[in-house]
């Protein structure tokens, strides 16, 4: 099966090797390579997105900036934001849904070591925009931001919890809609780059992940904001439910 191998003894290339652990938590960075540690393993080749697939998705007419007032005009748009972890970037995604059904990318800005309360403000500034249908938030790591963007904007935010389950669901759909000509993303090196980052893992006993390692450039985080953009522009979101622990998310979600 060309997914993964199986090692064998302790082979100099066996996962269970240290050394070759440690050679490879530099290559990789300490995600793909804890895949190894825990059996998992890993081709270099299992692209989250076909290469193919995803160079047919790259259009030069995509931006890769930020412009309020080239998306006034446009609607509907949805967002997805994926907020950075320490070293990752916190990045804002804007897909248009255009009249022949394709969700066209049309504005990305990247937060770089950007306090909270300014994030805040940029969260709130594009879920301000007229033509916003749903925005799709990793609530995961910041549930506090979450919260307070549901009650200034209600049903408008979809709080997205990215377990495994959901993180390959999410690529399904992000490949489906590549492969049938219903997502278009810019033609930039640095999506590119955090596109083709992301790999599809399959352990020996089926089970799949989608992962990316940590780097100077952050941790796929523009793939991951486009993922929470598909999500809200899905069938289905996310509903929130409040208690007097504060929020948690209802069984019914993308």
Known sequence: NPAYKVYRGSSTENPLNVDHARRREIEMGPELA?????????????????PDVLD???????????????????????????????????????????????????AVK?????AFNEQDQWFAQAASLPGIHKVGIDAGYNQQTTETLVRKFGSLIVPLYLNDTEKNSGVERMRKWMETNRLWIPREDEVLNDFRA??????????????APMSADGHS?????????????????????????????SAERW
């Open 198 to 211: 992301v790999k599809r893992v399959v352990s020996a006993t089926g089970t799949v992940k989608h992962i």
């Open 56 to 106: 047919r998705a790259m259009r030069d007419e995509c931006p890769a900036t930020w412009d309020p007032l080239a998306l006034r005009g446009l609607r509907p748009l949805y967002i997805g934001i994926d907020i950075g972890r320490s070293k990752s970037l916190t990045v804002i995604w804007v897909l248009h849904k255009q009249i022949d059904g394709v969700f066209k990318t049309v």
């Open 221 to 249: 985080d523009r793939f991951f904001a486009c993922l929470c953009a598909c999500a809200a522009a899905g069938d289905s979101g996310g509903k929130v439910e409040y208690t007097r622990g504060g929020m948690r998310p």
């Open 110 to 114: 990247v937060l770089q070591r950007t």
């Open 34 to 50: 804890a895949q190894y540690i825990h059996g998992f393993a890993i081709g270099n080749d299992l692209a989250a997105i076909p």
